[in-house]
């Protein structure tokens, strides 16, 4: 199975500032890398797809990049809505697989 | 609006089964397919089966491989995960979700609420 070592596991950063996030897969995966945002209790919700595309109704200053083996998703001015875990998964091919999550403290 | 309404979850004692369901609606469910994944206490998001929108397909992590069934009913917009000989380390919030691809497979685009599964003697 296709590992997603996903990085930092945890940040605290502050309204206004810019962040990155890092998925690194054990394999090529070409672009089959989406984001996940998941407030405590709730589902996960879909930021990102196919690496770079946002989401219908995710706010811009969301975006993805990456390609083969290493992917990011950036927030680039952070609200204090934004607290959350965020987590990558692989969608090439099976069994999906997500990584570990970073937890976002504003 | 899209809607995926998980049911079936509750305490069961290991080694046990136990179905859950998935009710839709809001979106054209035979041409989607649909996904379980669950997430333990305090942790990550694991992926655990998937089904093709027409049903021939099935895909399961290694972990749940010989154990999980997943399966849907298209004529009554139902998905299913059927599990057997539960183990303690199962218990988990288990979600059902949809797919954004049509007639194919892709990424999770919507997902439920979500159903607690705990094991537990």
């Known amino acids: 199975a296709i590992q997603m070592t996903q990085s930092p596991s945890s940040l605290s950063a502050s309204v206004g500032d810019r962040v990155t996030i890092t998925c690194r897969a054990s394999?090529?995966?070409?672009?089959?890398v989406a984001w996940y945002q998941q407030e405590p209790g709730k589902a996960p919700k879909l930021l990102i797809y196919a690496v770079s595309n946002l989401q219908t109704g995710v706010p811009s200053r969301f975006s993805g990049s990456g390609s083969g083996t290493v992917f990011t998703l950036t927030i680039s001015s952070l609200q204090p809505e934004d607290s959350a875990t965020y987590s990558c998964?692989?969608?090439?091919?099976?069994?999906?697989?997500f990584g570990q999550g970073t937890k976002l403290e504003i | 609006q899209v809607q995926l309404v998980e049911s079936g979850g509750g305490v069961v004692q290991p080694g046990r089964s136990l179905r859950l369901s998935c009710a839709a609606s809001?979106?054209?469910?035979?041409?989607?397919?649909l996904h379980w994944v669950r997430q333990a206490p305090g942790k990550g998001l694991e992926w655990v089966a998937v089904?093709?929108?027409?049903?021939?397909?099935?895909?399961?992590a290694d972990s749940v491989k010989g154990r999980f069934t997943i399966s849907r009913d298209n004529s009554r917009n139902i998905l299913y995960l059927e599990i057997n000989s539960l183990r303690p380390d199962e218990t988990a919030v288990y979600y059902c979700a949809k797919d954004r691809v049509t007639f194919g497979v892709g990424e999770i685009d919507f997902w439920g609420q979500g159903t607690p599964v705990t094991v537990s003697s």
């Open positions: 394999q090529e995966i070409s672009d089959d």
């Open positions: 998964l692989q969608d090439n091919s099976y069994p999906y697989t």
């Open positions: 089904i093709s929108f027409d049903g021939t397909k099935r895909y399961y």
């Open positions: 809001g979106f054209t469910f035979s041409i989607h397919a």
